[in-house]
């Protein structure tokens, strides 16, 4: 005999479980199938441990800088385990705080693995309970929220091999530190171990098919963010197709093309970043005739799939693969579900990568908006013109602020720089609220902070800059 819900969510990512909750404070009776750990890869393998990782690679890089303080110590050192330790230790606090949460609202959470089958009026969920055999699911809604997975290429060697060859996963757990690495992709989650394992005193090279490094970034902060890490160090093969990656007797050898010419790179170990792909398989979607695109769930504005009853939000469902894009889609789409509220609005999604520098943008790049046919007007402030930057001795980076000429809105902002990541909600907010250079220039920002970068972009995008 099914158990009957208002509402099924198989994944509970920052996706699932979000949408679960808003379920029950809408009043759905609700219930949530995760086959791993809840939090989904975001907080148990992405997101929040590898933040950890990066925050004691910083403060470690930082201790050996510390006469620029007038400060010394001595004997600087750390211990792997024990960062790697407090990193699961991190992921299992939050992990527990989601079931807390799943308590809290009532929300049934069912372990294992889940499948669809066809019902009259809905889907079907058939979950493969741990060691209980099966449950019968039945809802009025189901959403999928299974999240993707590391694209490997085994064909050339880039698939982990639980030894010497990782993706993010293995990256994480790894019994030592390597004394030399790879990383295969530039993007931010090649980006991000580069710059933890070079925090720790690595020989790291990153190797990027593209022509730069942060493809996805604007074009300028980019080339900043090159020459902020070949600074600390970091090497990079940029316009490189990587040919073979195979194990040698002391670590592994990348053979890549660059140029016309090949050329074989070698280390201790290698991290595979070349994207991501949904998680799609073995939730018998094809049976039920689901529309799949390049390995993503199709979905419409509303997160609706063409099945009736059906949704599906975050990474199965497309790009941007991010932990608060899902988030969004999974309270917009049970708002949908549960028919209150206006229609779902796109809000523009931010980006940040954790590396050091941090970078963090959102909208378009100043390339974009002038292949859209906008006449732009551009701003930058460099933070070594601010105060607070100099004061804190984070003068890297700058803000750069992409406006339509015409109408006076903020269409882009791109940062590099100490603690950016936490400051582009100013610039998410002033473009949900569909803000012009007119209100970013009334508003009042407290001196002295980094954030003045900001306020002092949007000015110089009028030619108005104060502190420059």
Known sequence: MADSFDLVVIG??????????????????????????????????????????????????QLGHLDNYGLAVEGRSYDFT?????????????????????????????????????ADGAPRVVVAVK????????????????????????SIGL?????????YREAMVPGTAPASLLVV????????????????????????????ILPVEDEEISGVAHKAFEKRGLKFRVGAKVTALTKTKTGVALILEAGGKSETLEA???????????????????????????????IDANCATNVPGLYAIGDIAGPPWLAHKASHEGVACVEHIAGVGGPH??????????????????????????????????????????????????TEGLVKTVFDAGTGALVGAHL??????????????????????????????????????MHEAALDAYGKVLHL
């Open 268 to 298: 201790e170990r290698a991290i595979v970043a070349v994207g991501i792909e949904g998680n799609v398989e073995g939730l018998g979607l094809e049976a039920l005739g689901v529309k799949i695109d390049r390995g993503h769930v199709v």
């Open 185 to 212: 992709g530039s993007g931010a989650i090649g980006i991000e171990f580069a710059s933890f394992y070079r925090s720790l005193g690595a020989e790291v090279t990153v190797v990027e098919a593209l022509p730069r």
């Open 416 to 453: 590099i720089g100490a603690e950016v990541t936490e400051m582009i909600q100013g610039f998410a907010l002033a473009m949900t609220l569909e803000a012009t250079e007119a209100e970013i220039m009334a508003t009042v920002f407290p001196h002295p902070t980094m954030s003045e970068a």
């Open 82 to 118: 024990k960062i790697i330790e407090r990193s699961r230790k991190v992921a299992k606090q939050l992990s527990a705080g989601v079931a807390f949460l799943m308590k809290k609202h009532k929300i049934e959470v069912v372990d294992g693995v889940a499948r669809l089958e066809a």
């Open 345 to 394: 609005l796109a809000a523009p999604i931010p980006g940040c990568t954790y590396s050091t520098p941090q970078i963090a943008s959102i909208g378009l790049t100043e390339a974009q908006a002038k292949k859209n046919g906008l006449e732009v007007k551009v701003g930058r402030f460099p933070f070594r013109a601010n105060g607070k930057a100099i004061a804190a001795g984070d």
């Open 12 to 61: 509970a990512g920052p996706g699932g479980y979000v949408a679960a909750i808003r379920a029950s404070q809408l009043g759905l009776k609700t219930a949530i199938v995760e086959r791993e750990a809840l939090g989904g890869v975001c907080l148990n393998w992405g997101c929040i441990p590898t933040k950890a990782l990066l925050k004691s690679g910083e403060v470690y890089d």
């Open 159 to 167: 698939e982990p091999d639980g030894d010497r060859i990782w993706t």
């Open 131 to 154: 060691a209980k055999g099966e449950r019968t699911l039945t809802a009025k809604s189901v959403i999928l929220a299974t999240g993707a997975r590391a694209r490997v290429i085994p």
